[in-house]
T-cell receptor
């Protein structure tokens, strides 16, 4: 089975701190994604990566950056955390973009509270 | 712009009932449609994926159908159980965006009463 692992399940950070959320997948997937999920707003794509060192902005990239130095690892960085970034963050991965049989797999999520 | 709508937003049924969850999308140009389950505080678990050339997929008590021309999908759950209680999300992968962006519905929150 594909496994997407988010290293931190629950974090509490102070406003202005730099926050790193780590995600690792074990199936040699090309594509990796970061979403945030908020009540009433659903899942929103922050950033995605289709290859090592490649990244693309999603729908809500402001206040975030990402890093993909190795194929299996995709990091989300909050440069200066703010209270409106309190949310559930979900990492996902998939094998290829253009394969219609391509399933997207999710990690367990990281709950971030910024105080 | 692709939009995904799920109706109803919430549903409560007695154990053993068969039920249907609905999903509609506005643009038929999709690679696939996927149904997920999400338990409270957890990530999404993939249930079924229907490719654009397919009409339905089945897994155990679950059956998902896809009608691309009308922009609709249904998830049928047979003989519901309390363990089926969760939020069910459908998602489409539009073919026009290079296949990277998956668009999610807001979900249907299901509660199965014992």
């Amino acid at each position: 089975d594909v496994k997407v692992t988010q290293s931190s399940r629950y974090l509490v950070k102070r406003t202005g701190e730099k926050v790193f959320l780590e995600c690792v997948q074990d199936m040699d997937h090309e594509n990796m994604f970061w979403y945030r999920q908020d009540p009433g707003l659903g899942l929103r794509l922050i950033y995605f990566s289709y290859d090592v060192k490649m990244k693309e902005k999603g729908d809500i990239p402001e206040g975030y950056s990402v890093s993909r130095e190795k194929k299996e690892r995709f990091s989300l960085i909050l440069e200066s955390a703010s209270t409106n970034q309190t949310s559930m963050y979900l990492c996902a991965s998939s094998l290829r973009a253009w394969d219609s049989g391509n399933t997207i797999y999710f990690g367990e999520g990281s709950w971030l509270t910024v105080v | 712009k692709q939009e995904v709508t799920q109706i109803p937003a919430a549903l409560s049924v007695p154990e053993g009932e068969n039920l249907v969850l609905n999903c509609s999308f506005t643009d038929s140009a999709i690679y696939n449609l996927q149904w997920f389950r999400q338990d409270p505080g957890k990530g999404l678990t993939s249930l079924l994926l229907i490719q654009s050339s397919q009409r339905e997929q089945t897994s155990g008590r679950l059956n998902a159908s896809l009608d691309k021309s009308s922009g609709r999908s249904t998830l049928y759950i047979a003989a519901s159980q309390p363990g089926d209680s969760a939020t069910y999300l459908c998602a489409v992968r539009p073919s026009g965006t290079g296949g990277f962006k998956t668009i999610f519905g807001a979900g249907t929150r299901l509660f199965v009463k014992a």
